[in-house]
């Protein structure tokens, strides 16, 4: 099993910046991916940026060049970084474990940009 807590949400206005951060414990060795998703109210959950364990990142187009995801192997954490928010960045960010056919989400965190 593998656990993970974010941190880090919050209320900003828009053009602000909030950075994530999602700490992984229990079985860490099995991870293969980490990622970050979000889910606006009545919208499905969507992928907002992943990271593999060779350090390869994947953004959705609507993040691209305001989101940076980073990992600490050292301190099992991943980070996103977002800058630039939007009133549309409003969601719930879930943190997402992925390896060894097994997937993981933490609980949540509630990010607000009011405009």
């Known amino acids: 099993q593998v656990q993970l807590v974010e941190s880090g949400g919050g209320l900003v206005q828009a053009g602000g910046s909030l950075r994530l951060s999602c700490a992984a414990s229990g079985f860490i060795f099995s991870i293969d991916s980490l990622g970050w998703y979000r889910q606006a109210p009545g919208k499905q959950r969507e992928l907002v940026a992943d990271?593999?364990?060779?350090?390869?990142?994947n953004y959705a187009d609507s993040v691209k060049g305001r989101f940076t995801i980073s990992r600490d192997n050292a301190k099992n954490t991943v980070y996103l970084q977002m800058n630039s928010l939007k009133p549309e960045d409003t969601a719930v960010y879930y943190c997402k474990a992925f390896g060894r056919g097994n997937e993981y989400w933490g609980q949540g965190t509630q990010v607000t940009v009011s405009s």
């Open positions: 990271i593999t364990l060779g350090v390869i990142t």
